[in-house]
């Protein structure tokens, strides 16, 4: 692996570097923000002035639209873009948009991309991926799926609910995953005001960065043609983690960038803050935090990078993904953690945006999937692998 940037991938992380630090981080205060998120007036702004400099939707094909970067340049622009907790929406890189436009690419028809991917791609539109449920339906284990979809005629129809459904409120189109009567699993996809979905209501969470928040969604006799099936039918769990291998590495990609402004806000306060007659950075409780936070980012990087790689050279990378997921989501916690640490009462308020990153940075260590559950995924993978190597030598 090559770890030189080319000057056209340093250009545009430096475009983006300079996007982000003028055109999006004086935002941050705008008003027209909850707990829900960012709202659908500020995404639009966003989005126009992402737009306007020419970096919108890059990972999207240049068929569709994007610039096609492959997923090291990738990594090094979305790592940029994260550095404000606004950046990824104003790219229309966010979860879980960014995911579905990677999965609709992979796995539409013409017909269901001119529909809903191109418009999305554009910034005109938003998603979201209908898989999770609550118990004792589908979570970290997606075998659990409850909510069904029978066929009827020329249509499907689904019945079911789904919670914690990222970006539901608002979004124009939902890929919604269901079990067939065989037990296998499908997607379909469906626009959000067809009759048969119900928002129920949106989830107090302790992000805020998404727009749309998360949702509960009823499923009540929808009805889904069968033209609107993603993909084939019965191969829901094999399209999900076309989805979910890249879409983990991307929410590292994303979140390094918000470890890294943390550390940068801590590194800069302990630079002047005096304390015992000196800069905290002096004192050796705070300098190793720092080296810490160093070290910890830089891990995460190579973890990003190597992984990115493996998948531009065509390799699956679930194994891979799952490990950077760990990786990276508890060495950036890590990161924000000790800034929180080393700004004291800054890091608890408002007056640093360390607070903010804080509370959305916690759930990373849950989203696409639990530290525990990759964990567990990836014993199973060490020990089968051992158990075949040893096999081989037997032979």
């Known amino acids: 692996m090559d770890f030189s940037l080319s000057p056209e991938l340093c250009a545009l992380r430096d475009r983006t570097r300079d996007f982000i630090a003028e055109q999006v981080i004086p935002l941050e ?5 909850s707990h829900h998120g960012p709202s ?17 939707t890059p990972h999207a094909s240049r068929a569709m639209g994007g610039m096609g970067l492959s997923h090291v340049a990738k990594a090094v622009v979305f790592e940029e873009a994260g550095y404000s907790w606004l950046g990824p929406t104003a790219l229309n890189i966010h979860a879980p948009d960014e995911g579905n436009i990677h999965l609709m690419e992979e796995v539409a028809t013409p017909v269901q991309k001119d529909r809903w991917l191109r418009p999305q791609v554009a910034g005109h539109t938003r998603s979201c991926f209908a898989m999770t449920e609550p118990a004792p339906g589908a979570g970290a284990d997606p075998s659990m799926l409850k909510t069904t979809a029978v066929r009827d005629g020329d249509d499907y129809v689904i019945n079911g609910l789904k919670w914690f459904i990222t970006g539901a409120e608002g979004a124009d189109y939902a890929i919604i995953m269901a079990r067939m009567e065989d037990g296998s699993a499908t997607m379909f996809l469906s626009d959000m005001d067809r009759p048969g979905i119900v928002l129920e209501r949106s989830m107090d969470a302790m992000d805020a960065c998404f727009t ?18 993603l ?5 829901g769990f094999r399209y999900a983690q076309v989805r979910l291998a890249p879409a983990r590495l991307t929410h590292c990609m994303r979140w390094l960038g918000q470890a890294r402004r943390a550390h940068d806000a801590a590194l800069a306060y302990a630079r002047k803050r005096q304390a015992f007659g000196q800069p905290l950075a002096q004192h050796e409780g705070v300098g190793f935090m720092l080296a810490d936070n160093d070290m910890d980012l830089h891990t995460a990087r190579l973890h990003i990078w190597h992984t990115a790689w493996m998948l531009d050279q065509g390799e699956k990378c679930n194994f891979e993904s799952s490990r950077a997921k760990v990786v990276c989501s508890e060495a950036q916690w890590r990161v924000v953690d000790r ?3 080393i ?4 890091g608890v308020t408002g007056e640093s945006p360390v607070m903010r990153i804080f509370t959305d940075m916690r759930a990373f260590r849950i989203y696409d999937g639990p530290s525990e559950v990759h964990r567990w995924s ?16 037997r032979e």
């Open 339 to 341: 800034s929180v640490q």
């Open 29 to 33: 205060n705008d008003e027209r923000q």
């Open 212 to 229: 749309g928040g998360h949702g509960v969604l009823r499923f009540d006799h929808l009805r889904v043609p069968a033209t609107d099936v």
């Open 40 to 56: 659908e007036a500020l995404r639009r702004e966003l989005v126009e002035r992402a737009r306007r400099a020419g970096l919108l």
């Open 231 to 235: 993909g084939e039918v019965g191969k």
């Open 343 to 346: 700004l004291g009462g800054q």
């Open 378 to 393: 990836m014993a199973r993978k060490l020990v089968h692998l051992a158990e075949k190597a040893e096999a081989e030598v």
